[in-house]
């Protein structure tokens, strides 16, 4: 078998480091932010890479997902995937649980528009005049 040199050693060794620093950069965010409202972009920008240089590593988010699973499973006291979808859904939870309902959020808008005129041309100048800021 052919030996590597150490430039083509050194490589790879950098090429592991960075798929590395993407894979934490992900589970940091995974962990903040929910899978959902997690993007590509926010991972490059947390690795400090371009989002171009994380789709050389991962075809896509999907990827990146798949590939922070397997790496838990070669940790020592990895949790089993039950474990795993568990504390996903858990934080999952906790961050819906935190915010505002839809009913919640609309209700400044809805009382907003109740102040406008119904119809006809004082409607239509309460309406712009509302989105423009003017009073």
Excluded: C, H
Aim: negative net charge.
């Amino acid at each position: 078998m052919k030996r590597m040199s150490y430039i083509a050693v050194r490589r790879e060794e950098e090429k592991e480091r960075r798929r590395a620093e993407i894979l934490d950069a992900a589970e940091v965010l995974y962990a903040k932010k929910g899978w959902d409202a997690l993007t590509v972009d926010q991972v490059a920008r947390s690795a400090r890479l371009s989002r171009a240089l994380v789709y050389v590593y991962f075809r896509d988010k999907e990827d990146l997902l798949f590939a922070i699973g397997e790496r838990a499973e070669l940790l020592p006291d990895a949790p089993t995937a039950a474990d795993a979808v568990l504390s996903a859904l858990e934080n999952e939870l906790a961050r819906v649980e935190g915010e505002k309902s839809l009913a919640e959020r609309i209700k400044p808008l809805q009382e907003r528009v109740a102040k406008w005129p119904l119809t006809g041309l004082k409607a239509d100048k309460a309406f712009f005049d509302d989105l423009s800021g003017e009073e």
